[in-house]
């Protein structure tokens, strides 16, 4: 399995401009995270899906963003417009409820947005 | 307060050396206890976890939650320069779907 792919892995962009991120998760999994990571706040979630459906987007900063997951295979976080705070690194994580209950994420190995 | 704490280190030791590293948590209702290892500019990876208080050995690695105390450790023992890497712990609770993230703490270990 290739895991979790992500793109772009970096994408530098100027203030205003529309960003869309990629992810596509373990085929079977039934659960998909998006993550923003910083130096200041470390790892946020901003929303997650299950089979595809919006579950809990409380984390979403803002209006500007937007997450959408058409299908089991493929899932866009999308930031428009966007600021130089959004700046980050942004992650999307997979996974399949384990027989322990456990919460065990994959992730991808991230988009790297610089917003100028 | 956030509800997971964590030292940002870093933290830098010799080869060889036992290495501790700690978390302490607010929400008492937490019952999975994770440990995630970052290699720079990757993903997050599953290193460990554990259900409820108690310790947890896998290798050179051994995890310890003391839910009284709202305490978790990492120990590395016989560190390597391979384990050079921020470790981050995470937090759930049972039947929830989201895990939350301390800071994550640089670790260095010198050759």
């Known amino acids: 399995d290739a895991g979790v792919i992500q793109s772009p892995r970096h994408e530098v962009t100027e203030m205003g401009q529309e960003v869309t991120l990629r992810c596509k998760p373990i085929?079977?999994?039934?659960?998909l995270f998006w993550y923003r990571q910083t130096m200041m706040r470390g790892l946020e979630l901003l929303i997650y899906f299950n089979n595809n459906v919006p579950i809990d987007d409380s984390g979403m900063p803002e209006d500007r963003f937007s997450a959408k997951m058409p299908n089991a295979s493929f899932s866009t976080l999308k930031i428009q417009p966007s600021e130089p705070r959004d700046s980050a690194v942004y992650f999307c994580?997979?996974?399949?409820?384990?027989?322990?209950?456990?919460?065990?994420?994959?992730f991808g190995a991230g988009s790297r947005l610089t917003v100028l | 307060q956030k509800e997971v704490e964590q030292d940002p280190g870093p933290l830098s030791v010799p080869e060889g050396a036992i290495v501790s590293l700690n978390c302490t948590y607010s929400n008492s209702a937490f019952q999975y206890f994770m440990w995630y290892r970052q290699y720079s500019r990757k993903g997050p990876e599953l290193l460990m976890y554990?259900?409820?208080?108690g310790n947890k050995e896998d290798g050179r690695f051994t995890a310890q939650v003391d839910k009284s105390s709202k305490y978790i450790s990492l120990f590395i023992r016989d560190s390597q320069p391979s384990d050079s890497a921020t470790y981050l712990c995470a937090m759930s609770e049972t039947g929830a779907q989201k895990l939350v993230f301390g800071q994550g703490t640089r670790l260095t270990i010198n050759p």
């Open positions: 085929s079977g999994h039934d659960y």
């Open positions: 994580a997979s996974r399949i409820f384990g027989r322990s209950g456990a919460n065990v994420l994959t």
């Open positions: 554990t259900y409820s208080s």
